[in-house]
């Protein structure tokens, strides 16, 4: 079994001990995926929408370095503080995946690791080898 673990540079991968995305065969699996820049900051801060963009761009470019793409993405997990606010981090996924249509489930939790992300997004790939 081949494992290609793809990372995104990500400041906490190394203590936590993850990576941004793994395949094995044709499963892509993105982990948690928060709203932080290259410097390590949050982006759009206080701007749920934009974050959720951001985390989706972070999300595209691992599957895409793990020769996946968008098409494949067959499930994807929201997690908001603010699950009132689901609108505005669904228009963002719509943006990416309005004709994809993965599964997809919108879940509040009461906090992470840094207090100024509004969201985390993960997704799950089947990369179809036809």
């Known amino acids: 079994m081949v494992r290609k673990n793809i990372s995104s540079g990500s400041q906490y991968e190394k203590p936590i001990g993850f990576s941004r995305a793994v395949r094995i065969k044709n499963f892509i699996s993105v982990s948690g995926t928060a709203p932080i820049a290259s410097d390590g900051s949050t982006v759009c801060p206080n701007d749920l929408y ?46 990416f995946f309005s004709e994809i249509k993965p599964a997809t489930s919108f879940i509040g939790v009461s906090s992470f690791i840094d207090p100024n992300w509004l969201i985390e997004i993960e997704a799950d790939c089947v990369i179809d080898n036809d």
Not at 85 to 92: P, S, V
């Open 50 to 95: 934009g974050q959720a963009k951001h985390c989706l761009e972070i999300i595209k470019k691992a599957i895409e370095e793990a020769g996946g793409n968008l098409r494949d993405v067959i499930r994807t997990r929201i997690m908001l503080i603010e699950i009132s606010n689901w609108q505005e981090a669904a228009q963002a996924h719509g943006e």
